[in-house]
């Protein structure tokens, strides 16, 4: 079963907020709400959505803080924020700062009246951008290998990190619950190697292909890897790039291999 797109709407006008809400259902889209900014820190948590509706809220300058608390928070900074404003004779009470609004990061930006049927083109617009990207997990047992590869590919409007995992046990589980286009996985880690990760998500999540991205860059591993049905092998010192090409190859379906000469 194909899974519905995850549509996330934040807004203390309950009016407005059911009516969006039944506008999106109605398009076969999995909607939740929130109507404080507290309820919407932890239902975006739990929910992971596709996509954020972020209206006013009161006191003014609390959906501010939410925008900023996502951009700020690396489990929710890659997700595309539409925001809708108050109106200008509301909006110091539930609105946006001047600042605030010319500082955020949003992929859209509107202001009320908006009808909710308005929306929904939009959204399905968006969903389409969203799929197009490239989602990626990153596997390894090292904090700042995961923190400087999130960097890198956060820059990239085509690739999408949906995950991290310390070991091959959790990145077989969060493969088979994330569903990424690519894996990037490390040999040598706790619980379960990343050989023994590469074949069990190679039998079980056909569609996912793993990048091997490790300091053990000899052939021996990279045969092995190849035999386990890993899609390419590029060493850890190789360049940002090289890394990029990587990953944009594989997940077209492209075997990869980085020269073992750098």
């Given at each position: 079963m194909e899974k519905k797109a995850k549509i996330f709407i934040v807004d203390d006008?309950?009016?407005?907020?059911?009516?969006?809400?039944?506008?999106?259902?109605?398009e076969s889209l999995d909607v939740a709400t929130a109507r404080t900014r507290g309820e919407a820190q932890k239902g975006i948590l739990t929910k992971e959505?596709?996509?954020?509706?972020?209206?006013?809220?009161?006191?003014?300058?609390?959906?501010?803080?939410?925008?900023?608390?996502?951009?700020?928070?690396?489990?929710?900074?890659?997700?595309?924020?539409?925001?809708?404003?108050?109106?200008?004779?509301?909006?110091?009470?539930?609105?946006w700062s001047f600042d605030e609004g010319a500082q955020m990061d949003a992929v859209e930006y509107l202001t009320k009246p908006v009808q909710p049927a308005a929306l929904v083109?939009?959204?399905?617009?968006?969903?389409?951008?969203?799929?197009?990207?490239?989602?990626?997990?990153?596997?390894?047992?090292?904090?700042?290998?995961?923190?400087?590869?999130?960097?890198?590919?956060?820059?990239?409007?085509?690739?999408?990190?949906?995950?991290?995992?310390?070991?091959?046990?959790?990145?077989?589980?969060?493969?088979?619950?994330?569903?990424?286009?690519?894996?990037?996985?490390?040999?040598?880690?706790?619980?379960?190697?990343g050989l023994e990760a590469t074949k069990s998500i190679c039998k079980q999540c056909p569609q996912t292909k793993v990048l091997m991205l490790t300091q053990?860059?000899?052939?021996?591993?990279?045969?092995?890897?190849?035999?386990?049905?890993?899609?390419?092998f590029i060493p850890k010192s190789a360049a940002s790039s090289q890394l990029l090409d990587g990953i944009r190859g594989v997940s077209r379906g492209e075997r990869f291999k980085r020269p073992l000469a750098l």
């Open positions: 006008e309950p009016e407005f907020l059911l009516a969006l809400q039944r506008a999106l259902e109605a959505p596709d996509i954020v509706i972020l209206g006013t809220l009161t006191p003014g300058r609390e959906a501010g803080s939410l925008h900023r608390w996502m951009k700020e928070n690396a489990l929710t900074k890659e997700v595309p924020i539409v925001v809708i404003d108050a109106p200008l004779e509301k909006r110091l009470i539930s609105g083109p939009l959204i399905h617009t968006l969903l389409g951008v969203v799929a197009k990207r490239i989602k990626v997990l990153i596997v390894d047992d090292h904090t700042v290998v995961r923190d400087g590869i999130r960097a890198l590919l956060t820059l990239q409007k085509d690739i999408s990190v949906v995950g991290e995992a310390v070991h091959g046990k959790e990145a077989v589980e969060k493969a088979l619950q994330l569903s990424p286009d690519v894996v990037l996985m490390d040999i040598v880690m706790p619980v379960m190697n053990y860059a000899d052939e021996e591993n990279i045969v092995r890897s190849e035999q386990l049905g890993a899609y390419g």
